[in-house]
Structure formats: C-alpha cells, structure tokens
C-alpha cells in the first residue's frame, strides 16, 4: 500500500487560481452569512452591502439570551437545548443507522441470500420518493403510537432514512475486502465474531467515516420531519431556526446568521477531524492496490 | 495422522463442483490436485479446511469426522493463493497470530516465530508490515503462518501461481524442503503441472469434480489411465491420433489403420488383443518418443514439416499430413526444414492405446 504523496502545487498556478475562484463563488453564501453573525442589524441590511464594518458579538448573545419585549428584562431562549436536541439526534440516529447498516451489509456481502439483489433493490426504494410524499402516513403512525413529539420517534425516523444508504455504501466497502484475508483468521482460530470486528472492521474503518459524515451532514440539516415530529422539547435548531423568522419585527438576519453560525460549528469539526479518513475512503478501490 | 475423504460431494445450486471423490492423504504424504480451473480441486480443499461445508460425504482428519466441526476447532494450516497476510499487523505478528488462539505463553510465541523466521529467512523483515514486502517475501510468510502451529495437516492453494518463474522454481525448492521436515499430510492445490510433478508424492488429477487418476508423479505421467490425463500432463501435449484396429498377434505386435490410407505396424501393449479388429481406438505418443527418420519403415507414418520452433536445446516440429497434426520434439542439432517431407517411427512399447470409451487399455503388472 505504498501510497505516493501528492506533490504540492504540481497542477502550476493557472489551474490553481481557476480552482481558487470556483471554490470562491462556492464559499461566498458561508462567508457571507459568517460575516453577517458580527454585524449590527443596520449593517446587516445596509445597501450596499458593506464588507468593512466594527464587528460586534451582540447577535451570538442574543441567540441565547434575549430581552424580553414586554418587560425589556434579558431572559434565557430554549436555543441551547435545541443544539443538544441537533446533536443528540443526529449523532444517535447516524450512529444506529451505522450499526445496523454495517451489519446488513456484511451479511448482504459475505452470506448472500436468495435473491440478494432484490432485497438490496427493496431496500433503496425507501430512498426513491421524496420524503413529502410520506409524511402524512407518518405523521398519523406517530400520532398514533405516540412517538410524535419524543426523542425516541425522531431518532427512529432518522435512522431508518439513513439505513439504506449506510447498507448500500457499507457493502461496496465489504465486497472490496479479500475474503480470503477472512479465511485465513478463520483457519488460524478465530471465531466469526472476532474476522468480523477484528479483521473486518480495521479494514474498512475509512469507508465507515465517509459513511458516517455523510449520513450525519443529511441528518443535521433535516427540517422538514423535524418541523412536524418533534415537540417543544426535542425541536432541533434547523425548526428554532425557522420560528425566529418573521415576528412583529421583521426578520433579526444578525440573530439568524449567528445560529447558522453556530450551527456549522459541530458539523464542521466532524468532517475536520475525519477528514483524512474520508478522502480514503470515498476513493476506497481506487487507491488500495 | 492421515486424511480420508469419502464421496465428499459439493453442489452449488445445480452445479456438482466435486462429485462423490474418495481420496487417501498418508502421514508425511504431499498430494497434488492438479486440473485445470473450475475442476473442483480448490472446492474439496475449502471443504478438508472447513470452509466450505460438504453437500454429502464425509472428511475425516486422523480417523475423526470433522463434518460438522468449524475451521478453527479442525487444527488444519492453510496457505491461501493471494497470502492473505493481515495488513495491518506486522510480519512477526501475523506469524505469531495463531499461536494467540492457542493460547501459548509470550514466551513460547516469541520463540516459535524466532524458529520460523530463520527457516525461512524472514529475520531482516520481521517488522513490516505486508504491503512493504515483495511477492515472494509475501509468499514465505504465508508459509511461515501456515506451519508455525503444530496441526493436523497442511494445506496449499496454488503456493506459487503469484510468483515470476525464478522465484517460483526457488520456492518450489524451499517448500518441499519444508513439508519434508514436518511429516504431516499436505494437499497442494495446483494447475501448474510441473508443479504437481516436481513437489507432490502423489498427484490427484481432477476435471469436472471427478478424480481421473491418482497416483506418483511417475506413473501418472508414463501410464495415463485415460485420455484426459494422457492429454493434460507433459508439455507439449502428447499427440493423440484417432485409428482403426487390423489386427494384432497376441504378443503386442498390431497394425492400425489411419484416416487417409496409412498404416502402421507397431507394438504396443500385449491387452490389444482383447479388442476385435476394426476397433476404433485413439494411440497417444509422447512428441519426445517420436523418431525422424528419413526412409518408410513398417512402424512409421509419413508426413510433411509444417512449422518449427527452436525451444534452446531442443526444437519443436509441427508435423501435418493433411489428416492429422502431430508434435515432435527432438535435439536442437537435428536440420529440420518447413516443407520437408520426412518418416516418423513409433518406437516399441511407448505408444498408450485409448478405446472408445476414453479409457488406457494396458495389461496388468
């Protein structure tokens, strides 16, 4: 696996500055919105647009603590409960989705069954709609079980929309082992549960990474589910996000600019930490050999 | 210590990949499946391993049914085509990887891995991983892995197919070497003949899930029991030419016809005489057992130089007739030329008959 490291600057400056102003216009609605969290609410809707301004933190304070209208007292908003909402929610019904995924895929990939490939076929339909189409069907089993409004309902909903993906990915990861490196654990003493995490897993620790970045960046900015399934105490910030738009005064585009702010925080540092991973392992087959 | 399979049979749907084989593997013995590919022979040696489960028929290791038991409750070694190496360990710690499983103490384990390690000359490379080795570096620590335990037999499939011909004839060399120390049962799965030949007590020629003939690498290559084995070991091919029985006398002497009038009169195996004149029968000849001569005898059919090639000390001559192709091999100073017409003899006693139904027809010894 003697991998050769890039040469920096090999492409030459041409290809590095056309690469640089695309990824420029790409950037700019983030860099943009970044700068609008430190601006004042003149600033922000000053004409023209104004890229040289005094910075000021007031809208990050504001998203989580807000003088009331009516008595003009500073009071605590729900914001920090809904990034906790954000978080648990997403890393929990990715982790689940993960789990289960990986497994499915490892038996889809090493003990196929009868028609294997119209179980793996049923499983993508899932994913073939667009969520709208199902969503009063859900709607009406949540109310009915009870699950609308709870952790638990959310979670649920959210990991079954990431297992087919999780399955299907996962399983392209496990076909391109060499099973004979399986084996060969076997006939050397180990039972299927350690070829499975011992030798297995190790192996594709890359193509889990990709998987769970992706699945956990779908996730965190799901709102349509999010808006009619939770409840006042599991709202996740994309649905907060939404309910401070509007109101007797305007839209505050500060205050939204700074929980968007905010909101790309924890994702951002994710996909930072996994980065390295995640380039091996969306590039799996290509680079192994 | 010994494996037995009896009618072991695998079915994949309804596909026979091995088909009811009974085979003997003696303590000490090196066995060779050699076929060609899809012949069943890596199948029943997943199936002794405990890879693959049998369809039907038993695999028995030291006189116990192992049918029913996992791969790693069987105490087998096996050595796979592609290595298998662990990637991420280390040479010494894939060596030392099924010792772990049997719970030998770090004592013992270091001092197995030392005595493999300088058997096969893996000292210099012991802490790296897989992907720093070359394929033959690969190929010794799949076979260190394989015998650092202590099982009940060994098993190869295709050692030496990754391998460039240099280090394939060098290994070919050490592997022996090594399984004649350990005195355990080994099956060594192969479709290289010379392989087969060169490493094995015994060969098992397989094709189609069948055993065709067992038996030394001598014999299966001087008394092919039927025209598959005769037509698939020795390089170049042993010609296998279609004729028609006149007669024979009883003492070996027959005389064959060929399609365009020839004819030949030749000894052959005394059994001839059980056929009947104007059987029809297949004679296969060795291209090495052929003489050039350059005036008809008896025992000789005429034909004509269609192609030569120089193999170095030897040379390659593609005969045709017009009827039917044959190959010759001689010495490398013998002049041959495209076009000639030229004699070849059928020496006594080195021409194999084939009846119709495939199989040698030869008295017993």
Redesign the interface.
């Known amino acids: ?2 991998r050769k490291h890039r040469e920096i600057g090999k492409a030459g400056w041409g290809y590095t500055a056309v690469a640089s102003v695309i990824g420029f216009i790409y950037f700019f609605p983030v860099f943009w919105i970044i700068l609008t969290a430190f601006k004042t609410r003149t600033d922000a809707l000053a004409v023209p647009p104004k890229l040289i301004f005094t910075p000021t933190f007031d809208n990050f304070v504001s998203v989580f603590y807000r003088a009331s209208i009516t008595t003009g007292t500073s009071q605590a908003t729900d914001m920090g409960l809904y990034f906790f909402n954000s978080i648990f929610i997403a890393f929990t019904s990715v982790g689940l989705a993960l789990i289960v995924g990986t497994l499915a895929a490892y038996a889809f990939s090493r003990y196929p069954l009868r028609g294997n490939d119209t179980y793996l076929f049923i499983i993508l339909t899932t994913r073939m709609m667009p969520p709208i189409v199902v969503i009063i069907p859900i709607f009406l089993m949540f109310r009915l079980s009870g699950l609308a409004g709870s952790y638990w309902g959310i979670i649920f909903l959210y990991t079954a929309f990431n297992i087919p993906f999780s399955v299907w990915l996962v399983k392209s990861f496990f076909d391109e082992l ?1 099973p ?2 399986e ?9 299927e549960r350690r070829v499975f995490f011992g ?1 297995c897993i ?2 594709i620790l890359a193509g889990l990474s990709a998987t769970f970045v992706f699945g956990l960046i779908l996730t965190w900015n799901e709102f349509l589910f999010a808006l009619l399934l939770t409840g006042v105490e599991t709202r996740t910030v994309p649905v907060a996000m939404a309910r401070t738009l509007g109101g007797e005064v305007g839209v505050d585009y500060g205050l939204l600019a700074a929980i968007v702010t905010l909101f790309l925080i924890p994702i951002f540092f994710v996909t930072f930490l996994l980065q390295n991973q995640l380039l091996r392992g969306v590039t799996f087959g290509t680079v192994k050999k | 210590m010994t494996i037995e399979l009896k009618k072991l049979t695998k079915r994949f749907g309804t596909l026979t990949a091995v088909d009811a084989i009974d085979l003997n593997v003696g303590d000490g013995e090196v066995l060779c499946l050699l076929g060609p590919s899809g012949c069943g022979k890596t199948t029943t040696l997943r199936m002794v391993a405990g890879l693959e489960f049998a369809t039907e028929g038993d695999v028995l290791l030291a006189g116990k049914r192992v049918n029913d038991l996992a791969p790693r409750d069987r105490n087998v070694a096996m050595s796979f085509q592609f290595y298998a190496l662990y990637p991420s360990l280390t040479v010494a710690e894939n060596l030392a990887y099924p010792l772990y499983a049997e719970k030998l103490s770090a004592a013992e384990i270091s001092k197995r891995v030392a005595q493999v390690s300088k058997t096969l000359q893996l000292d210099g490379i012991l802490k790296r991983t897989p992907g720093q080795l070359a394929e033959g570096e690969k190929q010794r620590v799949a076979v260190g892995r394989s015998i650092i335990r202590d099982p009940k037999c060994f098993l190869f499939d295709e050692p030496l197919s990754r391998l460039d011909v240099q280090l394939r004839e060098e290994m070919r060399g050490e592997i022996k070497e090594v399984l004649q120390d350990l005195s355990r049962p080994t099956v060594i799965v192969t479709h290289d003949q010379l392989e087969a030949l060169t490493m094995a007590d015994r060969i098992a020629v397989m094709r189609d899930g069948r055993i065709e003939q067992v038996d030394t690498p001598h014999n299966v290559f001087q008394r092919p029991s039927n025209l598959f084995v005769a037509g698939f070991i020795g390089t170049p091919q042993m010609n296998l030419v279609p004729a028609t029985l006149k007669g024979s006398d009883g003492a070996g002497i027959a005389e064959f016809a060929f399609d365009g009038g020839q004819a030949l009169k030749i000894q052959v195996d005394p059994a001839v005489s059980q056929l009947s004149p104007g059987a029809k029968v297949t004679l296969g000849i060795r291209p090495r057992n052929l003489e050039i001569c350059q005036d008809p005898v008896e025992d000789s059919l005429s034909t004509k130089i269609d192609m030569v090639e120089p193999m170095g000390a030897e040379t390659l001559a593609h005969m045709n007739d017009g009827y039917r192709d044959l190959r010759v091999v001689t010495d490398w100073r013998v002049p041959l030329a495209e076009g000639d017409h030229v004699h070849l003899r059928f020496p006594p006693g080195v021409t194999h008959i084939f009846t119709e139904d495939e199989q040698v027809l030869r008295s017993a010894t």
């Open positions: 696996m003697a060499n004979e490196i084996d060969a654990a076997r006939m050397d003493g180990a039972t030798f190790p192996q």
